[in-house]
């Protein structure tokens, strides 16, 4: 019973934090409006770079395979290309020579 | 790119399969630490089917382990998903959404989805339902597929497939950055997201930093408009 008590609360708050942004239409002053254009470039951004270095003491080989990714999102603007190309580099350097 | 290459929803459908990569092998250990925390078949699957979060369904599975109070796991759900309230500002007033289809739309949110969506030049009702359901199946096959498989499965963490997603949300920002402003922002965000991610861990650092950077992009285009992003500038969610 508490699983589906603490589950309800789950859907609630995640809904509810989903929904509310959607439901905010009314015409916003300039300043929001230029505030929210930058919201993906901000949070794409903050995505990024706390995950970037892993848990395993990796984070060299990793960062070069997201300047690989990133270089080759720039040129292709693809992003299955893209992730493709990080991770192949990635794993590339993994390998133990 | 907006050749019709099948409908809006098939598009949308197919832009998240890059993604399909990181989702599946999460997907999978969700339920098998699920499942370890003591959680029953029909409650892992239940999570991945009305909370539909990754971040949060594996902090609940987690605690649950511990046996954490319900209102400590409700509390830490509300820290990892409140982002959400950024996505849906963003999303709303780019996707022409009325009636029943903004709850709708609202049930499937995740970062995924509203990365490749907000990358999108005008971006349809059809296109987000695709892209929503896209991973919502993959979540949910991965989930139960895990759930029964149990604890065979190497950590995907040990494959380094956790980097897809960075890299994915690299991919996405790039071609976003065109003006210095836009530049700074990212750069500022970078930095601000990596050092608040060493205090505080999960979904708080997002919030900050997309609170913190758009309001610095807001600042610094003081006086001018900003504009949709460019048809030409848009990633190519597919080959």
Known sequence: ?97 | MDSPRGSAFVRGFVAIAPLWLGVVPFGVVYAVIARDAGLSLVETQALSLLVFAGSAQFSAAGLFATGAAGVEIVLTTFLLNVRHVLYGLSLGRRVPLDGWRRPAAAYFLTDEVFGVVAARPAPSFGFLMGAELSLFATWNLATFGGALLGATIPNPADLGLDLVFPLAFLALLVPLVRTRAELAVALVSGVVAYAVAQVVSGGVPIVVTGIAGSLLGAWLTRGRAVGEPRFEDAVREVA
């Open chain 1, 1 to 97: 019973m508490t699983f589906w008590l603490t589950t309800a609360g789950m859907v609630a708050v995640t809904f509810g934090s989903r929904y509310a942004g959607l439901a905010l239409r009314s015409e916003l002053p300039a300043f929001w409006v230029r505030f929210l254009h930058f919201v993906p470039i901000a949070v794409f951004a903050a995505l990024v770079t706390p995950s970037l270095e892993g848990a395993m003491g990796e984070g060299e080989i990793r960062l070069v395979g997201a300047v690989v990714a990133g270089l080759a999102a720039w040129r292709t603007r693809n992003l299955g290309v893209s992730i493709a190309a990080g991770m192949l580099a990635f794993w590339l350097l993994r390998i133990p020579f």
